[in-house]
């Protein structure tokens, strides 16, 4: 099991990017996706966390500006990030809590991360 992410990139303040993020491979389902991201010389920290649900929750610092969804049938997770911010500027990681099969076809759960995407908010 892989998770891919794309659509960062480089935007003025108060611009728009979509991230995206297919999860791809022997998967049976999955459980909660999410995003997260990471600023120069500063720790990981929630973006966003979309359930199978369709449960959302987000961080407080993107609350109306960033919106989360995903397509189940696509395997893909989104992040449209709207009104950026300089402070917006960081590597974005996407996660997802799969079920998928072993060599032997057996479920097995785990917790997958993407490569990573940079998103860069100039001023």
């Known amino acids: 099991v892989q998770l891919q992410a794309s659509g960062g990139g480089l935007v003025q303040a108060g611009g728009s990017l979509r991230l995206s993020c297919l999860a791809t491979?022997?998967?049976?389902?999955?459980?909660?996706m999410g995003w997260y991201r990471q600023a120069p010389g500063k720790q990981r920290e929630l973006v966003a966390v979309?359930?199978?649900?369709?449960?959302?929750r987000y961080a407080d610092f993107v609350k109306g500006r960033f919106t989360i969804s995903r397509d189940n049938a696509k395997k893909t997770v989104y992040l449209q990030m709207n009104s950026l911010k300089p402070e917006d500027t960081a590597v974005y990681y996407c996660d997802a809590d799969i079920i998928g099969y072993n060599n032997y076809e057996e479920p097995v759960v785990g917790l997958y991360w993407g490569q990573g995407t940079l998103v860069t908010v100039s001023s």
């Open positions: 491979g022997s998967i049976f389902s999955i459980n909660d």
């Open positions: 979309v359930t199978n649900s369709w449960m959302r």
